[in-house]
């Protein structure tokens, strides 16, 4: 299984991105997929997770109402659409997949993922 993120880069305070994650060797109508990013000397955090079979959309408060997870099953592909991008949103942003469906509780953390991208930077500057 291998997970290609991409589409990061500098945005000016109030900008969009959309992150692209390719996958390969793992359907994306299996369990979850997610959005999780790290800034320096922070721990790694959930900013767009998705369950298929239990039909699962998460969004911390940090991202509701600014970004959006979608996926293209013909394409192989998760996307996090990311508006009115904020300063502190500057991160290493990762995708993620598990091939088991996680409860609801356990879909924002790290650990219920088994597959990683290996990041793409995102940094909100003026």
């Known amino acids: 299984v291998q997970l290609q993120a991409s589409g990061g880069g500098l945005v000016q305070p109030g900008g969009s991105l959309r992150l692209s994650c390719a996958v390969s060797?793992?359907?994306?109508?299996?369990?979850?997929v997610g959005w999780f990013r790290q800034a320096p000397g922070k721990e790694r955090e959930a900013v767009s997770c998705?369950?298929?079979?239990?039909?699962?959309?998460y969004y911390p408060d940090l991202a509701k109402g600014r970004f959006a997870i979608s996926s293209d099953s013909a394409k192989n592909t998760v996307y996090l659409q990311m508006n009115n991008l904020r300063p502190e949103d500057t991160a290493v942003y990762y995708c993620?997949?598990?091939?088991?469906?996680?409860?609801?509780?356990?879909?924002?953390?790290?650990?219920?993922?088994?597959?990683w991208g290996q990041g793409t930077q995102v940094t909100v500057s003026s």
């Open positions: 993620a997949a598990s091939p088991n469906t996680p409860i609801t509780s356990a879909v924002r953390y790290p650990e219920t993922y088994a597959y």
């Open positions: 060797g793992f359907t994306l109508n299996r369990p979850a």
């Open positions: 998705l369950s298929t079979n239990n039909d699962i959309t």
